[in-house]
C-alpha cells in the first residue's frame, strides 16, 4: 500500500491534484489506514496514471467522471469507452496538425532570417508599407 506522497511519487501527480481526484470521487473505492489516512494499491496506482493520460489528453474532469462510469460498468461499457477515446484522439490529432503548421511556420521564418542576416535574401515585411515585397 502506497501513502498519499508515495502515490504522488509513484503517479508524478501533485498532493493536492492527487487529493482533488480524491475528492471528486474519480479514484473509486479509496482505502483508509488506520489513522484514517489515504493509502492506495497497486491498482489504484495504474488508474491514477490512467487518469493522468486522460488529463494530457484534454479531458475535463466531467469527461473523465463519464469514463470512470462507464468503465466501472466493466466489458458491457467497452464500445461507448472506445468512442469517447476515438473522439478525443481526432481531437488530438487536429491539434498535432496544427502544431505542425505552427512549426513549419516558424522553420520558415528562421530560414528567411537567417538569409537575411547571411546577406542572401533582402529583407521585406508585409506590415511596413517601404519595405513590402513587389509580387506582381
Known amino acids: 500500500m502506497y501513502s498519499m506522497k508515495e502515490a504522488c511519487q509513484q503517479t508524478g501527480m501533485t498532493y493536492e491534484n492527487l487529493k482533488f481526484y480524491c475528492n471528486e470521487g474519480l479514484i473509486p473505492n479509496v482505502k483508509r489506514d488506520k489513522r484514517n489516512y489515504r493509502v492506495f494499491d497497486e491498482h489504484d496506482i495504474k488508474w491514477i496514471n490512467s487518469l493522468n493520460c486522460l488529463k494530457g489528453c484534454g479531458m475535463s474532469i466531467s469527461e473523465m467522471k463519464e469514463y470512470l ?68
Open 69 to 136: 462510469a462507464l468503465c466501472l460498468q466493466g466489458e458491457r461499457s467497452i464500445p461507448q469507452r472506445k468512442v469517447i477515446l476515438e473522439k478525443k484522439k481526432e481531437a488530438l490529432l487536429s491539434s498535432m496538425e496544427e502544431l505542425q503548421k505552427s512549426v513549419a511556420y516558424i522553420d520558415w521564418k528562421q530560414s528567411f532570417y537567417d538569409d537575411v542576416l547571411a546577406g542572401r535574401t533582402a529583407y521585406y515585411s508585409n506590415l511596413v508599407p517601404e519595405l513590402m515585397k513587389d509580387t506582381d
